[in-house]
């Protein structure tokens, strides 16, 4: 194992049951980086952060968080982390302030120390006016940065973050984002759980696709779109047209089969991208008498990579797992 | 964003592992108390139940329940109703632990470097302070309607002491029971099917005397009946189960002790191993 992983696993099992949370993953995080952990509800991510977390003892394998064992040193690796789950872990009765600089405490800052820190995180995360109000009337995004901000009261070297910004609205979620990135300027070692893609895209060095409690691919982002190698094509066909005519059409440029669907208009196919090819399509498509609204080809997208790897989208199923990975 | 501004004179890493632990009792009990202060209906179970309770026993049920070797029923109320009146903290505490493993506070105490028996440990202090006031109210009511303490200080106080201890055991029943239920519905519930038999198939209320044969060696022995006799004997009042022959009728003192000893080794211990390897 190398000096230089702030966090390091090898082959983590963890059973529920007949279950398999995490069924032999493997990770390595460098110092410094944002690694994302990608997958469906139910696909082991969570379960994996809490056994780097020592929440849970895994039934097999071994981990190290900056070197110290998650079994055998649980109280040391407990010191250097900052866990923000998916529910905000606050105390809603209490003010936003006493909630910090209780954690503060408790992560071993003495109690002057803890209240400034406090005071610095309020700041920071825009929280200073609801400071002294009780956790139960902030919104969901200021919960979230309360919770963060009380992950990172003892200044941890490796945080780790289970799906920080689902269920939140867009504009919380780009403030999350930037507050995620300001982090990692900061030196911070950053392990992110998360089902969205672009999230993982926008904000990850390197990206572990995990689905059965695995990972089944792994690299940066750029890496794991460029494996799929090649474009995407998109036509969205006039009313009325044929979309089983259109697919036999397109047959000739596209690398995978398209399965159309007669209620929806819109035809999506992996293909070689060669100069003309729009044209070449139009024609095609025209010559069988198809007609075209909309034409676009584009890169594979992560959804792209992720639906080719695990057969399914990264929110399809969501629902249905989701109480399975909750009880995990 | 978030500039080190931590010296090692802002961490407590240099103290003794007991000071670390004591600190965090501290830490959190201060949070309980402070989640009461801004919730102070929470203290309803300790301040507006018993005052009810004792009314209706006194003024409804007492005049239809006769005490075996004399004595009026409001002195021989009270004595049961301090047993009720800190026994009944134990859903609140199994509900608080409950509420506290679903928003996931527990989760982060158990990710921060901070004693582990120090979050059950606050908990029940916590509830041992809410104890207090339940005795103080229920003395105060008991006064109200013409108890009184006829031994004097010394044993009052020892009647006192021997209803916190039992409060303080039955609370670490409470703790494991929040710890194995997943729902603040269902702690509520289970609370209240266990307390209430517990309560009410005693000498709390009633004299066991007046109970089926069957149920009586069950009353006797119930730790409620105890905690009971032991209170009338030490304030003075009428004690109809000094004539029962069961043991712990005879040595009420000696039997709380050993009833909140035992509750203690088996609970305290079973919710510190719950909460360790607890798997949500």
């Known amino acids: ?328 | 964003m978030t500039a080190v501004t931590l010296s090692p004179a802002d961490l407590t890493t240099e103290r003794s592992p007991l000071l670390q632990s004591l600190g965090d009792v501290w830490v959190l009990t201060k949070r309980s108390l402070a989640r009461i202060r801004r919730e102070p209906e929470t203290l309803s179970n300790v301040t507006i139940q018993p005052v009810m309770f004792i009314l209706m026993f006194a003024y409804v049920f007492g005049g239809a329940i006769g005490i075996p070797g004399g004595g009026g029923y409001h002195s021989y109320l009270v004595g049961g109703m301090l047993g009720m009146s800190l026994a009944q903290t134990a859903p609140g505490t199994a509900v608080a632990v409950v509420s506290d493993m679903e928003t996931g506070l527990i989760d982060r105490f158990r990710s921060l470097p901070m004693s582990r028996a120090a979050v059950l440990t606050a908990r029940t202090i916590a509830d041992l302070l809410t104890q207090v006031i339940g005795a103080t109210v229920t003395a105060l009511v008991g006064l109200a309607i013409g108890w009184r303490i006829e031994n004097g200080a010394g044993p009052a106080i020892e009647a006192f002491a021997l209803a916190l201890l039992f409060g303080y055991a039955f609370t670490w029943a409470g703790v494991c029971l929040g710890m194995v239920l997943r729902s603040a519905e269902a702690a509520q519930q289970a609370g209240f099917i266990i307390f209430l038999p517990l309560t009410f198939i005693s000498s709390a209320f009633v004299p066991t005397q007046g109970m089926p044969g069957w149920l009586q060696p069950v009353a006797e022995w119930n730790p409620m009946s105890s905690l009971a006799a032991a209170c009338r004997q030490l304030f003075g009042n009428p004690n109809p189960a000094a004539a029962v022959h069961a043991w712990p009728a005879q040595h009420p003192e000696l039997a709380v002790v050993c009833w909140s000893v035992a509750m203690l080794v088996v609970f305290a211990p079973l919710a510190v191993h719950l909460y360790r390897t607890k798997a949500r």
């Open chain 1, 1 to 328: 194992m190398s000096d230089n992983a702030a966090i390091e696993a090898e082959g983590l099992v963890k059973h529920y049951g007949k279950t398999k949370a995490l069924n032999g993953l493997d990770l390595t995080v460098a110092r410094g980086t944002v690694y994302g952990l990608l997958g469906p509800n139910g696909a082991g991510k969570t379960t994996a952060v809490r056994v780097l977390a020592t929440l849970l003892r895994p039934d097999g394998g071994r981990a190290r968080v900056m070197g110290h064992d998650v079994t055998t040193q649980a109280g040391a690796v407990r010191r250097v982390i900052g866990l923000t789950g998916q529910y905000a872990a606050l105390d809603e009765l209490l003010t936003g302030r006493s909630n910090l600089v209780m954690i503060g405490e408790l992560s071993r800052l003495t109690g002057k120390a803890a209240r400034r820190r406090a005071d610095e995180l309020l700041e920071q995360f825009d929280l200073t006016d609801a400071a002294g109000r009780a956790v139960k009337t902030y919104s969901g995004g200021m919960r979230r940065r309360l919770d963060l901000a009380a992950s990172l009261i003892g200044h941890p070297a490796v945080l780790f973050l289970d799906e920080p910004t689902t269920g939140l609205d867009p504009s919380a979620r780009a403030l999350m984002w930037d507050i995620v990135r300001q982090l990692v300027a900061d030196g911070t070692t950053l392990l992110l759980t998360t089902q969205y893609l672009d999230e993982a895209d926008q904000l990850a060095d390197r990206i572990a696709v995990i689905d059965g409690g695995k990972v089944i691919a792994e690299g940066t982002p750029t890496e794991l779109k460029a494996s799929m190698g090649g474009q995407r094509l998109l036509i969205t066909l006039a009313e009325g047209s044929d979309a089983s005519v259109a697919a036999a059409a397109l047959r000739p440029f596209t690398t995978a089969p398209i399965i159309p669907n007669d209620w929806d208009r819109l035809i999506e196919a992996p293909v070689t991208a060669t100069d003309g090819l729009a044209t070449e399509v139009v024609r095609a498509l025209d010559a069988a008498g198809v007609k075209v609204n909309d034409i676009a080809v584009r890169s594979a997208s992560l959804d792209d990579v992720f639906l080719t790897l695990t057969g399914h989208t990264a929110e399809e199923n969501a629902e249905e797992n989701e109480k399975q990975e909750v009880s995990a």
